[in-house]
């Protein structure tokens, strides 16, 4: 694989997928679904009337998009075109990636419930993944 494959990306699908990701984690970590249980796994408190700051929004974006563009460059360099292809490779990115990791932070970082805060978070990347990867491989 080279970066020539840049070129034969669909953009629109990279946006599409890395924005769809984007507001997935904004339902995902809000206080009504999983954002309580994981603020409180992972030991992080905002006081009352704290409001947080723009960053809260602009590093998951970027975060999506790079994991998205890898996808969308897997996915070219694959030749996946198929629902399974994608389920496969959002799986085999999700696992050899974003568990990975999380579980590296799950282990070493300080959680006050490490099991909880790894369960949200690889919940999170999974649906994340998988859906990212059923769009910008079947988008033609």
Not at 61 to 71: R, T, Y
Request: hydrophobic share 60%; charged share 5%.
């Amino acid at each position: 694989m080279t970066f020539d494959v840049l070129g034969d990306l669909n953009w629109l699908a990279v946006l599409v997928a890395t924005l769809a990701y984007w507001i997935l984690g904004a339902i995902w970590y809000a206080q009504g679904v999983f954002g309580r249980a994981w603020m409180r796994a992972g030991g992080i408190e905002m006081q009352e009337g704290q409001r947080p700051g723009p960053a809260i929004y602009i590093i998951p974006l970027i975060a999506n998009f790079l994991a998205v563009l890898a996808l969308a460059m897997l996915a070219a360099a694959t030749g996946s075109t198929t629902v399974s292809h994608a389920i496969v490779l959002g799986l085999v990115v999700w696992g050899g990636y974003a568990v990975g990791h999380i579980l590296l932070g799950a282990t070493f970082d300080t959680r006050p419930s490490a099991g909880v805060w790894f369960t949200i978070n690889v919940g999170y990347h999974l649906v994340g993944l998988v859906g990212a990867a059923l769009i910008v491989t079947l988008w033609d």
